[in-house]
């Protein structure tokens, strides 16, 4: 039975995590952005920042296009296409109509209205600006609270090493729709790539940082191979802690399950846990899979287990919740 | 009472005028649109060549638009919004109401499968293409027979000077809707630029070279001020004829009429073949216009007169035929 969340619910357990000052998630696309509308509900937003993956951007008939960005921004604005996750409600594909007939690529699939957003990025981009600065132009005038910032203003391209040679990430993800077999990922550009301004100090002012139910290597590993990154997340003595986004043996959106079963890891919380050793004090997983919440005991980080499917605004407030009730005791 | 052109007698002109190699049309937008329209209906679409003004590009939202090279492809790909004249036929503007959202400029209209022109056009120009090879690829895509030329690959951009200053063609035009009173018009860039390939041959091979009823200040005046193009039309042993733009003392569209009063010219028919002397051998005017015919004979051209509203695809046709056979008498 799923408990819906009324408003005075709500306040009050806004209320009751308002011990934490601030609250930081590291953010890939769908899985991340309803998590964070579900934190939306249970904590103030305005309080909370998102460090967002841009490993996956791609410059696209001439336009710059950050999908995970915009997938986090569209949610938090309540214009995101909620069957699909991404894109904009209600959108109209007429212009990949006309570029069909112009024999232009049009494997990546961009709405009418949704191009408004990849022109503005892209002329702000040409003007100088950086993808910080547009990111908040964008966010503000979509009217979200959270915070969202690119992981990086400098360029990071997640590169897949299949079968079929190194493909770019949206070649392999959208393309050629995760069939290759994965042998190995890079994130080209982290290593010199410096963290954007406030990723830093929004980290290091935190109490809690959270790992959200994003793939950990296409999504989340992005963000952990910038230098700067990495190293504040060491320092820190904010509470760091992360949501699965493998239940019962498959990834609940994309190609995670695969992925990781090509390259040799075990497909549960636990094989995802592995990758987050040292790195996490706390990790929420299913109810399904309660079986292995004593393994990822042993790797030091204390479980809780809960529902973790976010398939209605509740359910997204309720994973939210339990995840605040988890960085409270660790 | 309008006669309708059938098929049949279109073939018969069609073949009548084929005495004519070749012909040449300096074009505008809409006007010249339809003038083109008129003339593929009675001579061999494949055997004209349009000569086409770029000085109203602009570069708007981060994309590169060419409004008269559009205008053009589209009415003789048969998917111009026929009403408007210019965009695409039951097109949708999702993508400028998500602009609007985001306090973008969108004065300039542009809709959803036209964009799409436009993505692609600048994709190419990034990519190093030129302005002419996109042009004859997207006519291509579209299955137009009509040679669409840029007027050459290199940037003109006709200025305004107005008494609120000196504006750009499209801020004039669209922005500030053709309201400021014109002190002086200026082709920035014309002087030192080259006709694109296949202009001047194009000329020099050509039998007949018409005028199309465009605005001759603002999109003939840019295609005349490039000297490549002034010195074929100079050497040229072809014939050459303009048609009127101006009809009963007003512009068919657009701003001429008010130009030529601002600059102190006369608002006929004869004050545009001032304009044109000594370049023009022959001149269609309106039949209610008649009466400045002696005048622009005086001028030395040859003068004939003839409905020239293209108020249907017949009237088009019935112009661009009558064009001819003043074409065949100079």
């Known amino acids: 039975m799923r408990v819906y969340l009324g408003a005075g619910l709500a306040q ?4 009751a995590f308002s011990m934490f000052r601030s609250i930081v998630c590291l953010a890939g696309g769908v899985g991340a952005a309803r998590f964070l509308d579900g934190l939306s509900q249970v904590y103030p937003a305005e309080k909370v920042t998102a460090i967002v993956n841009t490993g996956d951007d791609l410059d696209y008939l001439g336009v710059h296009i950050s999908p995970d960005i915009d997938i986090v921004t569209y949610t938090l604005a309540g214009i ?3 069957e699909k996750g991404y894109g904009i409600d209600g959108d ?3 212009c990949m109509a006309q570029l069909e007939r112009y024999s ?4 990546f699939r961009i709405g009418d209205r949704d191009f408004a957003t990849h022109l503005l990025r892209t002329a702000f981009l040409q003007q100088g600006f950086s993808q910080s600065e547009l990111t908040e132009k964008i966010r503000m005038l979509l009217g979200v609270k959270v915070k969202i910032l690119p992981m990086s203003d400098q360029m990071v391209a997640t590169k897949i090493k299949t079968s079929a040679g190194l493909l770019d990430f949206q070649e392999y993800f959208v393309k050629r729709k995760f069939e290759d077999n994965v042998q190995d990922v890079s994130y080209e550009g982290a290593s010199i790539a410096t963290p954007a301004p406030g990723v830093v100090e929004s980290i290091e002012k935190s109490e809690v940082i959270i790992l959200c139910p994003s793939n950990p290597i296409l999504s989340i590993g992005p963000i952990l191979a910038i230098p700067g990154i990495r190293n504040a997340l060491a320092k820190t003595k904010g509470r760091i802690l992360g949501i699965t986004p493998i239940v019962g043996g498959r990834s609940i959106k994309g190609p995670l399950d695969r992925i990781m079963r090509h390259l040799g890891l075990e497909v549960s ?3 995802v846990a592995q990758l987050y050793r040292g790195l996490l004090r706390g990790f929420v997983i299913d109810n399904v899979d309660k079986a292995v919440a004593s393994k990822i005991n042993d790797l030091g980080m204390k479980v809780v287990s809960t529902q973790t499917i976010m398939d209605s605004s509740a359910a997204r407030a309720r994973l939210a919740e339990d995840s605040l009730k988890l960085a409270e005791t660790i």
């Open 92 to 94: 109209t594909y007429n």
């Open 80 to 82: 995101v296409d909620k």
């Open 12 to 15: 009050a357990l806004s209320q």
């Open 269 to 271: 919380p636990l094989g």
């Open 104 to 107: 232009a690529e049009t494997w």
